[in-house]
T-cell receptor, first 114, second 115 residues
């Protein structure tokens, strides 16, 4: 099975600071998806990366997928309290067994202090 | 369309009781997924429907769990003879076949507490 490891598990930053969250796979990723979850709520889709070296940005959040397609990073610039939540990376198994069930990392809990 | 909805949002039940959850996907989405999430963990896949057909089931889905999507629209997830280990957030997601794989849209979840 494919495992996704996220680091750090939790992060506390002062408002205005930059931060990076990492997601590492033991296998080459078919695609990498970033979601944000507010505590006790559902997941909000942020970005999808498929090509090695790909980088996408949305507002102050930038996600990158390395050339080997085994590691992704999520970078937030000038963090705000609205960025607080749990960030989850997800991926589909590379094997052809299933292209529909997402496997998730355990998440990174982000707290932004005003 | 307001997105994926789930009902109820919270359910407290006693061990041994049966519970049923409902998910209404985004109306034009033909794929529907159920996930389970425990505290401090990411969601774990349970099952997947394309239209009314249940195409995949995780090993996590024991015989006490059953899911249906009778008309290819809303879905129900039933847990029989609940156990304390069933306490979790149950998330439903939907997507459109052919859409960029992974763009699953999630509902707010149903939090189950088994006492």
């Amino acid at each position: 099975s494919q495992e996704l490891e996220q680091s750090p598990q939790s992060l506390i930053v002062q408002e205005g600071k930059n931060l990076t969250i990492n997601c590492t796979s033991s296998k080459t990723l078919y695609g990498l998806y970033w979601y944000k979850q507010k505590y006790g709520e559902g997941l909000i889709f942020l970005m999808m990366l498929q090509k090695g070296g790909e980088e996408k940005s949305h507002e102050k959040i930038t996600a990158k997928l390395d050339e080997k397609k085994q590691q992704s990073s999520l970078h937030i610039t000038a963090s705000q309290p609205s960025h607080a939540g749990i960030y989850l990376c997800g991926a589909y198994p590379l094997s052809s067994g299933s292209a529909r069930q997402l496997t998730f990392g355990s998440g990174t809990q982000l707290t932004v202090l005003p | 369309d307001t997105g994926v909805s789930q009902d109820p949002r919270h359910k407290i039940t006693k061990r041994g009781q049966n519970v049923t959850f409902r998910c209404d996907p985004i109306s034009e989405h033909n794929r529907l997924y159920w996930y389970r999430q425990t505290l401090g963990q990411g969601p774990e896949f349970l099952t997947y429907f394309q239209n009314e057909a249940q195409l995949e089931k995780s090993r996590l889905l024991s015989d006490r769990f059953s899911a249906e999507r009778p008309k290819g629209s809303f879905s129900t997830l039933e847990i029989q003879r609940t156990e304390q280990g069933d306490s979790a957030m149950y998330l439903c997601a939907s997507s459109m076949a052919g859409q960029g794989a992974g763009e699953q849209y999630f509902g707010p979840g149903t939090r189950l507490t088994v006492t």
